[in-house]
């Protein structure tokens, strides 16, 4: 049984066991765990990477997120390149004490090792160890590859990638798309990418809550975001946000770093991207012609600075700011359900630039 103090020191995979007596190994494990641990599951996590030691990184991220996302956490790093075929397993718990103090609240992780051609058994293995019929989400990192393996994919209920790591997004929505086709449509499309921007697009959203706001958006003549260099897919992100929100159409002048849209009527609003180091995104200015909306990262803290300026009507607050940290960005996404539909619109509209 892997313990809070352990992990933070080792972040170890857990026990050796033999693929065929991970059920038999499990039993044993929460039989002599006594009656002070409790398994708790909401749902299965699987997590998917071909990076190089990915397994002890993903295995601290899984212990932080047991925290507050109680789950079967399924652990795989693979090498479908390896010459020679390799198959290990092991298990573990994660558990934290309660907040109610008495109980420790433990979540299960199976950990595989899959080097070469076992790298094609990744269905059977996370079919086979599935925790009854509770939803299944599955955490790809890194970038699909054809072929999509529609045998994997009609289990998934939510996917969840990031984006902002792609060097060819089309190419890998494409792949991502075709996966929801064989699917039948019932996969739910989770990118970390479009998280990132979820205090941003909560801060410009409150300039226009009230019904007095709405006349503002007519009035939106230009728009500025500032991101950090990798980071353009996420500013383009949020440019999508806007345009699919306010009815914008993307024309087909639009530059690398200089969007031009049109609103439903007919006016150019003109959107510029610039790079510049911090944040992923570290501001975001809409100019209303005499009035101007900005919302920016503040220097060394985890807050948002929002401003009001111009036309005698001066306001200024602070918001959180989110935070770019895998654990926290993969929290955020779980705490949120639905279809994401405004994400499928907003990256709609930028999808030519992305």
């Not at 994997?152 to 089309?170: C, E, G």
């Not at 739910?188 to 410009?204: E, G, K, P, S, Y």
């Not at 975001?225 to 639009?254: M, V």
Request: glycine share 4%; aromatic share 8%.
């Amino acid at each position: 049984m892997i313990m809070p103090n352990e992990v933070a020191q080792t972040f170890s995979p857990g026990l050796p066991v033999e693929i065929g007596k991970i059920d038999r190994e499990l039993k044993k494990l929460w039989a002599e765990s006594g009656s002070e641990m409790t398994r708790a599951s909401l749902i299965n996590l699987a997590v998917y990477s071909e990076a190089p030691g990915s397994l002890p990184l993903n295995t601290e991220i899984i212990f932080k997120i047991t925290e507050d996302h109680a789950c079967r956490a399924i652990v795989i790093s693979a090498n479908p390149d390896a010459k020679e075929n390799r198959v290990e397993a092991w298990i573990s718990a994660h558990c934290h004490v309660s907040r109610a103090g008495s109980k420790q609240i433990c979540s299960e992780q199976l950990s595989f090792l899959l080097e070469g051609p076992s790298a094609k058994l990744l269905p059977n293995i996370v079919f086979s160890q599935l925790d009854s019929d509770l939803p299944f989400y599955l955490w790809w990192q890194g970038e699909f590859h054809d072929p999509m393996d529609p045998q994997l994919w009609a289990w998934v209920d939510r996917v969840i990638y990031d984006s902002q790591t792609w060097s060819d997004f089309r190419a890998q929505m494409q792949r991502v798309e075709t996966a929801q086709g064989d699917a039948k449509q019932r996969i739910v499309l989770c990118d970390l990418n479009w998280t990132r921007l979820v205090q941003f697009r909560l801060a410009i959203a409150q300039f226009f809550d009230h019904p007095a706001s709405h006349h503002r958006f007519e009035e939106i003549e230009r728009v500025e975001i500032d991101f950090a260099p990798g980071y353009r897919s996420t500013a383009l992100l949020l440019a999508g946000w806007l345009a699919a929100q306010l009815h914008w159409t993307l024309e087909k002048d639009s530059k690398d770093n200089t969007l031009v849209f049109r609103d439903q009527s007919k006016k150019t609003i003109q959107v510029s991207l610039n790079e510049e180091a911090g944040e992923p995104l570290g501001r975001c200015v809409v100019n209303c012609g005499s009035i101007e909306f900005r919302v920016a990262h503040s220097a060394n803290a985890d807050l948002l600075d929002l401003a009001v300026e111009g036309s005698n009507a001066e306001r200024k607050c602070l918001m959180p700011a989110g935070s770019n940290d895998s654990v926290r960005l993969m929290s955020e996404e779980l705490m949120r359900g639905g279809p994401h539909r405004v994400y499928l619109r907003a990256m709609n509209s930028v999808r030519d630039l992305l």
